[in-house]
Nanobody, 126 residues
């Protein structure tokens, strides 16, 4: 079993920055891909960013490209999500997900990830 834990959420003003962290523990050797998704009130969960250990492939939602960066924490089974130029529309619960080998074209598919964290709230005030 793999346990996924997020941290770093909070309240920030529009235009500000925030960094989320996510650690996968347990059978971490089974993890080859980690990703962030988010869900705003009354909306469906949406993909934010993903990082594959295989070749270091990344993928971003169009809405966050150029503002968010996903990176691996050294060689650990952990990732950061650096969020900059935050907008009120970025307000959501952010979930970290971990999975095995995920092909590039499916990095944005939540069904590809087996393990999920409990989520961390990010609120951006205008």
């Amino acid at each position: 079993q793999v346990r996924v834990v997020e941290s770093g959420g909070g309240l920030v003003q529009a235009g500000g920055s925030l960094r989320l962290s996510c650690v996968a523990s347990g059978r971490a050797l089974a993890v080859y891909t980690m990703a962030w998704f988010r869900q705003a009130p009354g909306k469906e969960r949406e993909f934010v960013a993903a990082l594959s250990w295989s070749g270091g492939s990344t993928s971003y939602a169009d809405s966050v490209k150029g503002r968010f960066t996903i990176s691996r924490v050294n060689d650990k089974t952990a990732v950061y999500l650096q969020m900059s130029s935050l907008k009120p529309s970025d307000t959501a619960v952010y979930y970290c997900a971990a999975g095995g080998i995920v092909y590039q074209a499916r990095l944005n598919d939540g069904d590809e990830y087996d393990y999920w964290g409990q989520g961390t709230q990010v609120t951006v005030s205008s």
